[in-house]
């Protein structure tokens, strides 16, 4: 009795901490596809309003971290219990550093408004962002209904975010070429695109832990990922 | 005395993954030193030998982060000791990070073989990377000691590796401009650059984390960081 009321309690604090985890996903998503409109239709005041609310996302994870230490030292979990709990750090832990990158790509919205611009780069990189924003989305769905199948295609759907990146690093390279004017708006783009193939690889890392959550075994390493043009780990 | 008998039993638990936490280190720091020199005196079989030693450093962080869970759960530790195992837990997670540069360090070694040398550039990422490894190497001898000086000097020195990626940002922009024949290497440049930075930025991470562990209190923002010229987040 006094057991099952200790269980009951543990996961009413876990639905409050994923709940948690959801807002500062929704947070994350609109920062990214913010970012990418801001960069797309030039909107400086976008731009900085993306910038400004990087904060509320640090802040965030700094409370889902203290939620989670609070939760183990209260509830003691073990077993499944204990590896969900760390599951959610490191899911806080790679939405920050998701958010880090949709502000990064802010802020060279901001520097790019000033340079010539390349043609059909900033449509590239904001269909990039629309679909890596759902890739997350699903990977955190997956997470919250322990959905090792949703995983399972996220993983698989983070090849064709590769294949994009490929795509634009050529583009970006030719454009580079053909004018050294443009050498320095490509270097921009392509670290924007590089940091967005990198928010689909913290999506892939959150479906992984969801099917390892759920299975109780990490997918093997046989994953379609398209060799990126970049060359990058 | 059955508390005492406890507590010493979480103190040596504690000091065998922080043992472990120093391995994962000393492979990482000779991964990024291997890399650099593999790029700089053209050791094909170096390079290789990094990438492949990649896994251990990954197995070293599923360790930690399986004995830090078998710590809370069998020691049900709170305050201090809890934020601990979870900072362990956090310079383990950097570590590997820190890994994957390495490895891609060395992978983009043996492309740029193949291309036509960008005079110095070599040279300047083999210092840089000395630079980083030092500051990784403080880093953590700052968290086993507890030793919140050596912290706060490796988050001033951080600036430097800063302004050395500067440096070479530029001076990889003026060779794309000279010469397009340059430019994939110099992109290739670049973002070994842009990585080693990111280790020294992980480094200070650590830090920060020891100041928060020693003090209690997260280092104020102010700083001194060397705004990046690529500006990154």
Do not use: W
């Not at 611009?117 to 919250?144: C, E, N, T, Y």
């Not at 294949?163 to 634009?168: E, I, W």
């Amino acid at each position: 009795m006094l057991n099952e009321h200790i269980a009951r309690a543990f996961d009413r604090d876990l639905e409050a901490v994923q709940a948690m985890i959801m807002k500062m996903g929704g947070l994350v998503e609109a920062a990214l596809s913010d970012a990418a409109k801001a960069l797309d239709t030039q909107d400086e005041s976008l731009a900085e309003q993306v910038r400004q609310g990087d904060k509320a996302i640090d802040a965030l994870e700094e409370m889902i971290n203290t939620e989670c230490a609070r939760l183990i030292a209260m509830r003691a979990p073990i077993a499944t219990d204990l590896r969900t709990v760390l599951t959610v750090m490191k899911i806080a832990s790679s939405l920050e550093r998701c958010g880090d990158y949709a502000k990064n790509l802010a802020k060279r919205a901001l520097v790019l408004n000033a340079m010539t611009p390349i043609p059909g780069a900033a449509g590239s990189i904001r269909r990039m962002a629309r679909q890596v924003g759902l890739l997350l989305k699903d990977a955190l769905d997956a997470f919250v209904s322990r959905d090792a199948g949703l995983a399972a295609e996220v993983r698989l759907r983070d090849e064709e975010v590769d294949q994009m990146y490929n795509a634009l690093f050529r583009e970006f390279l030719t454009h580079m070429m053909e004018d050294t004017r443009n050498i320095s708006a490509c270097m921009h783009l392509h670290f924007i695109a590089k940091n967005i193939e990198r928010v689909g690889d913290h999506a892939t890392t959150i479906a992984e832990q969801v099917i390892y959550l759920t299975t109780g075994a990490l997918p093997d390493e046989a994953r379609p990922k398209a060799e990126l043009a970049g060359g990058d780990a």
